[in-house]
């Protein structure tokens, strides 16, 4: 029977980063390591503060041991979902175009509230003139 792997998202795991209730994500893979705090090897304190973010690069800069990789993997609970990452980019995207299309609407607007004064203005000032 195929084995189904639970999905997170990065904003789902990083709720998870207290003493009690730890989770880290490193390379693709999100790890519930509450119950190993205590008896982490670095400390407790270097795992939390990686905790809501990709530890990837830190939990391989700490240089851990073939046997610290096989215990990290008792700990998995599923995968990172990286699906949710680009749809980020396209609201963000979206949201920027939203922006440059309200910046041309302004610009707009600034251009006919003068352009009508100084119209208006020129019109009033022929017609004085010509009464006089
Ligand atoms: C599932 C997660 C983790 C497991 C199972 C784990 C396990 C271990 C083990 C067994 C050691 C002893 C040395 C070794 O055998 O390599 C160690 C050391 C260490 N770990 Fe982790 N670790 C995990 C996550 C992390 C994370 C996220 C960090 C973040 C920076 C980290 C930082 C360190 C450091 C700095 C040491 C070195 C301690 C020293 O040499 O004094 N570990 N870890």
Redesign the pocket.
């Known amino acids: 029977m195929p084995q189904l792997t639970k999905l997170y998202t990065m904003a789902e795991a990083s709720d998870h980063n207290t003493k009690d209730d730890c989770w ?1 994500v ?1 390379d693709g893979k999100v ?1 519930d ?1 509450s119950s ?1 705090l205590d008896d ?4 407790d304190d ?2 939390l ?2 905790t809501g973010r990709d ?1 990837t690069e ?2 391989e ?5 073939k ?3 096989e ?2 993997e ?2 998995c609970i599923g995968e990172l979902d990286t699906s949710a990452i680009p749809e980020l980019e396209i609201i963000s995207k979206k949201q920027r175009r939203d922006y440059a299309q309200k910046l041309v609407e302004l610009t707009k607007q600034y251009w006919v509230v003068p352009t009508t004064v100084v119209g208006v203005s020129v019109v009033v000032g022929f017609l004085y003139l010509r009464k006089k």
Do not use: E, R
Not at 40 to 43: K, T
């Open positions: 880290v490193i790890y390591v190993y982490h090897p670095g400390g270097v795992v503060a990686a530890a830190d939990f800069d700490a240089g851990h041991s046997s610290a990789k215990l990290m008792t700990f």
